[in-house]
């Protein structure tokens, strides 16, 4: 029987409003963390419902109908979330990366994706603008998100035996239109195209090979991703955690693999490409080989909360300065005292110790804050 986990919401309650400093500074791009780490990406979470439940991320059990998803007039407005935007890239951030929830559930996304693709990086850059989505609706959406601006999606997918999948998303939905979705993706131009597969053991690891034979030689990036102990509803065991190095032995056993040279520094996939010339797969390690040294990201929930970690037990209320006639300057100072604040490295802890850790209970949910 499958047990039955708490729906915990009060981490939504533990916020505090961002104070404005005293003395007003420009950004220049150059914000640095107290352990010496730069604001690169952003994550912008447009919408905390899914059409899927998968058991890892929103299981049926806490996400149901009682479930108290926010109303709409607490979600950031497309002019909020780019107002902010522009703010976070005048201090550097080149990648935004919209996700959720489901990302193309959000009503006209479109717009805000040609919003977001009209900002600049101060010396006049494009920037890398992107989504991860289930794909369940790409095929219909690909060529309209392209055309709004948006540069390439990642898409998960977690099988490609039908049965495993729909266990998986728990709401029955079909690998084929998957698949579909990607194919649409590629035709829209928006490569290159990332699969991400969660692996988790006793669930889906025997479709570790079939997906890499799936996609090898094609155009699109296969990536392994660790379980995670996100949120405080997925009832994560470490023993269910498949830690990278083994999923690349299994590969490699059948498919022999060689490591690559990250494509710059802070990569949170390790690349390893096939000896024959079949392309190359990913590994991302985040339990077993955490990354926070090198963690650029800062995310931004639906309701406009800013969090400087995945893990994070409260975030930064936005929304609050954004709705009370604070100017750009001011927000933009405020953004700058947090990040200069921030010693986040929960996985790098919980790595070093993990059975010490506090069992935490608050921790902000995957669908609330965007993978
Ligand atoms: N709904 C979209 C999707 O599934 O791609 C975007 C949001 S989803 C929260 C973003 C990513 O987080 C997905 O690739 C998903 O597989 C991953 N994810 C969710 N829960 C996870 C967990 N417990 N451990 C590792 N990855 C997880
Ligand atoms: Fe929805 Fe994505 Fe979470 Fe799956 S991983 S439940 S598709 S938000
Ligand atoms: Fe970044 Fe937090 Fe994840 Fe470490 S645990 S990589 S600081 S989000």
Same mark, same amino acid.
């Given at each position: 029987?499958?047990?039955?986990?708490?729906?915990?919401?009060? &981490?939504?309650?533990?916020?505090?409003?961002p104070?404005?400093?005293?003395?007003?500074?420009?950004p220049?791009?150059?914000l640095r963390?107290? @352990? #010496? +780490?730069?604001?690169?990406?952003? +994550?912008?979470?447009?919408?905390?419902?899914?059409?899927?439940?998968?058991? &890892?991320?929103?299981?049926?059990?806490?996400?149901?109908?009682?479930?108290?998803?926010?109303?709409?007039?607490?979600?950031?407005?497309?002019?909020?979330? =780019?107002?902010?935007?522009?703010?976070?890239?005048?201090?550097?951030?080149?990648?935004?990366?919209? =996700?959720? *929830?489901?990302?193309?559930?959000?009503?006209?996304?479109?717009?805000?994706? *040609?919003m977001?693709?009209?900002?600049?990086t101060?010396?006049?850059?494009?920037l890398? @603008?992107?989504?991860?989505?289930? *794909?369940?609706?790409?095929?219909?959406?690909?060529?309209?998100?392209?055309?709004?601006?948006l540069?390439?999606?990642?898409?998960?997918?977690?099988?490609?035996?039908? #049965?495993?999948?729909k266990r998986?998303?728990?709401?029955?939905?079909?690998? =084929?239109?998957?698949?579909?979705?990607?194919?649409?993706?590629?035709?829209a131009?928006? /490569?290159?195209?990332?699969?991400?597969?969660?692996?988790?053991?006793?669930?889906?690891?025997?479709?570790?090979?079939?997906?890499?034979?799936?996609?090898?030689?094609?155009? $699109?990036?296969?990536?392994?991703?660790?379980?995670?102990?996100? /949120?405080?509803?997925?009832?994560?065991?470490?023993?269910?955690?498949?830690?990278?190095?083994?999923?690349?032995?299994?590969?490699?056993?059948?498919?022999?693999?060689?490591?690559? !040279?990250?494509? $710059?520094q802070?990569e949170?996939?390790?690349?390893?490409? $096939?000896?024959?010339?079949? /392309?190359?797969?990913?590994?991302?390690?985040?339990v077993?080989?955490?990354?926070?040294?090198?963690?650029? +990201? #800062?995310?931004?929930?639906?309701?406009?909360?800013?969090?400087?970690?995945?893990?994070?037990?409260? /975030?930064?209320?936005?929304?609050?300065?954004?709705?009370?006639?604070?100017?750009?300057?001011?927000?933009?100072? !405020?953004?700058?005292q947090i990040?200069?604040?921030?010693?986040?490295?929960?996985?790098? @802890?919980?790595?070093?110790n993990?059975?010490?850790?506090?069992? #935490?209970?608050?921790k902000?949910?995957?669908?609330?804050?965007?993978?």
């Open positions: 029987m499958t047990e039955k986990f708490i729906p915990i919401t009060d &981490y939504r309650n533990l916020n505090s409003v104070v404005i400093p005293q003395v007003l500074e420009a220049n791009g150059m963390d107290t @352990l #010496a +780490r730069p604001l690169h990406d952003l +994550r912008i979470s447009v919408t905390d419902h899914c059409n899927f439940r998968c058991v &890892y991320c929103m299981p049926k059990e806490v996400f149901d109908k009682d479930y108290a998803f926010l109303p709409h007039s607490a979600l950031l407005t497309f002019e909020e979330i =780019t107002r902010l935007a522009a703010i976070f890239v005048a201090h550097g951030v080149e990648k935004i990366r919209l =996700t959720g *929830g489901e990302p193309l559930l959000r009503k006209n996304i479109e717009r805000l994706i *040609g977001l693709s009209s900002l600049r101060p010396d006049g850059r494009e890398d @603008l992107t989504l991860t989505t289930n *794909g369940s609706l790409l095929a219909k959406k690909a060529r309209l998100l392209r055309d709004a601006g540069k390439r999606v990642t898409v998960s997918l977690d099988a490609l035996d039908d #049965a495993v999948f998986m998303n728990d709401v029955d939905f079909p690998v =084929t239109d998957v698949l579909a979705g990607i194919d649409a993706a590629h035709q131009g928006l /490569g290159p195209i990332k699969i991400n597969m969660v692996v988790k053991r006793g669930m889906n690891e025997q479709e570790i090979l079939p997906m890499a034979r799936h996609f090898k030689g094609s155009p $699109y990036i296969l990536r392994f991703i660790e379980y995670m102990d996100v /949120g405080a509803s997925n009832g994560w065991k470490m023993d269910e955690v498949i830690p990278s190095a083994e999923v690349m032995r299994r590969i490699d056993a059948e498919l022999p693999l060689q490591q690559v !040279a990250p494509n $710059y802070g949170t996939a390790g690349r390893w490409r $096939y000896q024959d010339g079949g /392309g190359e797969i990913g590994l991302i390690s985040s077993t080989q955490a990354f926070c040294h090198d963690c650029n +990201r #800062a995310r931004l929930s639906t309701e406009g909360k800013i969090y400087t970690c995945l893990f994070a037990g409260s /975030g930064h209320d936005f929304r609050a300065l954004l709705r009370s006639n604070r100017s750009d300057h001011e927000i933009s100072n !405020a953004v700058a990040w200069r604040g921030r010693a986040d490295r929960y996985s790098e @802890l919980r790595s070093a993990t059975s010490e850790l506090p069992s #935490a209970t608050r902000v949910e995957m669908s609330y804050i965007g993978g």
